[in-house]
Every structure is written in C-alpha cells, then in structure tokens.
C-alpha cells in the first residue's frame, strides 16, 4: 500500500465536500481516491480542532505552541532557582 502525503488545502476541500454534499464517506473515498480510514481521521481533527485541523508534519497548533513555550519557561525558572539556591549556600557559607 501506498503512502501519499495530501496537502492542507485538499484536506479541507474534502471534508467539506462531504459536509456539504452529504455524501457518504465511502463514496467521497472513492471519488477522492483517498483511503476510507484516512478520511475518517480527517473528519474527525476538523471536528476536533475546527479550524487548526490540519497544522502540517512537525507543526503545532497555537495551543500546543503556548503550552510548551510556558512549560520551557518554568524549566528555565526551575533551573535559575536551582542555581541561585546553590550560589546563595556557597555564599553563605564565606
């Protein structure tokens, strides 16, 4: 089996051709030459993340973006404060 790689736009395209055609997922498969179960997935991130469905290989989505961006910032904070504590007993001990 073949594995294809289908772009943001044609994506979206499909899913809303069944959407707004109300044709089956079988047949929209079928017309769009795409696998049955991969169509599924797709209908199901649109439902998910409505308009982020299809962010790309690699990428995040705004949510996901901000929240390993906070979560780097309070390893950071974490690791200055390990630090600081540190320097403050080496410090203290002069």
Do not use: C, Q
């Amino acid at each position: 089996m073949e594995n294809r790689a289908y772009d943001k736009t044609f994506k979206e395209d499909v899913v809303e051709y069944v959407k707004t055609h109300g044709v089956s997922v079988s047949e929209a498969s079928r017309k769009f030459d795409v696998p049955t179960s991969t169509l599924f997935g797709w209908i199901k991130s649109d439902k998910i993340h409505k308009g982020e469905a299809f962010v790309g290989t690699g990428r995040l989505r705004k949510k996901e973006a901000e929240e390993k961006a906070r979560e780097k910032e309070l390893r950071d904070l974490k690791e200055e404060n390990a630090i600081l504590k540190k320097a403050l007993g080496i410090f203290s001990k002069m």
